[in-house]
């Protein structure tokens, strides 16, 4: 168990909706990373938040969004959904901005179909 | 270009020997940092090693050594004694930049699929 939390674990919903992925770090770690992993693409990063601010931006589609709370807990929201955004979506933290390791949590499969 | 590159995409290996997982990568960074991960059938991301560019020595982490060659740009994974549980998808990747400045992103490769034969 990495300390990393998310949730749900995994999500079916249509095209065209719209859906929330929740992630907890580890305690104490500041920074929090979201990849996206599937078959087309591999493992992707998406976006990087280091307490409350955004740090760094990947390959993350205007319909994504995501933000990180006073408590450090982060969310994803994909928007618009489409069927190529299905994927395993991870959530990863790190102790400080530059991240030594970072700890993946079990991950969100989302389904659109 | 590929930043990391993962040349096998499958690897069979008997019970108790040892497997090497290659691993190549490509920055025009000084300092970085290599990672290898483990992801089993059933989904999570496992950290295995790590290992800094200016590291002298190759990391170790019980079973797990990284096999650092820096001119080469190579960072193979060996595991020895190998077990069944060994047994899932292995993801070398790199950190780019000094890891104590924002954006600490991973850039992961392709991955390699281990079988570990009884």
């Known amino acids: 168990d990495s300390g990393v939390t998310q949730t749900p674990k995994h999500l079916i919903t249509a095209t065209g909706q719209r859906v929330t992925l929740r992630c907890s770090p580890r305690?104490?770690?500041?920074?929090v990373y979201w990849y996206q992993q599937s078959l087309d693409q591999g493992l992707q990063f998406l976006i990087q938040y280091y307490n409350g601010e955004e740090r760094a931006k990947g390959n993350i589609l205007e319909r994504f969004s995501a933000q990180q709370f006073p408590d450090l807990h982060s969310e994803l929201n994909l928007s618009s959904l489409e069927l190529g955004d299905s994927a395993l979506y991870f959530c990863a933290s790190s102790e400080r901005v530059g991240g030594y390791e970072q700890y993946f949590g079990p991950g969100t499969r989302l389904t659109v179909t | 270009a590929q930043k990391i590159t993962q040349t096998q995409p499958g690897m069979f290996v008997q019970e108790k020997e040892a497997v090497t997982l290659d691993c190549t990568y490509d920055?025009?960074?000084?300092?970085?940092?290599l990672f290898w991960y483990k992801q089993p059938s059933s989904g999570e991301m496992i950290f295995l090693i790590y290992q800094g560019s200016y590291d002298e020595q190759n990391a170790t982490e019980g079973r797990y050594s990284l096999n650092f060659q820096k001119a080469r740009k190579s960072a193979n994974l060996v595991i020895s004694a190998s077990q069944l549980g060994d047994s899932a998808m292995y993801f070398c990747a790199m950190r780019e930049g000094r890891r104590e400045t924002s954006g600490s992103r991973l850039t992961f490769g392709e991955g390699t699929q281990l079988t570990v034969n009884p």
């Open positions: 920055t025009s960074d000084q300092s970085y940092g």
């Open positions: 305690s104490g770690d500041l920074s």
